[in-house]
């Protein structure tokens, strides 16, 4: 059974930042790119990044890139985000799952961890 847990969120001041950690069980980690989605109330998921099976990352946005680093540890089944120059805009709840590349999510999500950034 796929298991997601999120955490490392927390409030920072603008400017702040945060390492986000996802805990990953039930599938063959080192076999799947894996991601990080954020949500704000009322709108929809939002993929903010991912990593390959063997490092390589994407990250989506332009207004991200150069402040969020996405990696994996596959020894230990780890997905990490690390958000740096944080923005009252990065304000959400992030979540982990596999995807990217065309890949389809498990539809089994975690609790996430929320992020909030004030100015």
């Known amino acids: 059974q796929v298991q997601l847990v999120e955490s490392g969120g927390g409030l920072v001041h603008s400017g702040g930042s945060l390492r986000l950690s996802c805990a990953a069980s039930?599938?063959?980690?080192?076999?799947?790119?894996m991601s990080w989605y954020r949500q704000i109330p009322e709108k929809e998921l939002e993929l903010v990044a991912s990593?390959?099976?063997?490092?390589?990352?994407?990250i989506y946005r332009d207004a991200d890139k150069g402040r969020f680093t996405i990696s994996r540890d596959n020894d230990n089944n780890m997905v990490y985000l690390q958000t740096d120059r944080l923005e009252p805009d990065d304000t959400a709840r992030y979540f982990c799952?596999?995807?990217?590349?065309?890949?389809?999510?498990?539809?089994?999500w975690g609790q996430g961890t929320q992020v909030t950034v004030t100015s």
């Open positions: 799952n596999t995807g990217g590349w065309g890949t389809r999510v498990f539809d089994s």
């Open positions: 990593v390959g099976q063997f490092g390589l990352s994407l």
């Open positions: 039930g599938f063959q980690f080192h076999t799947y790119p």
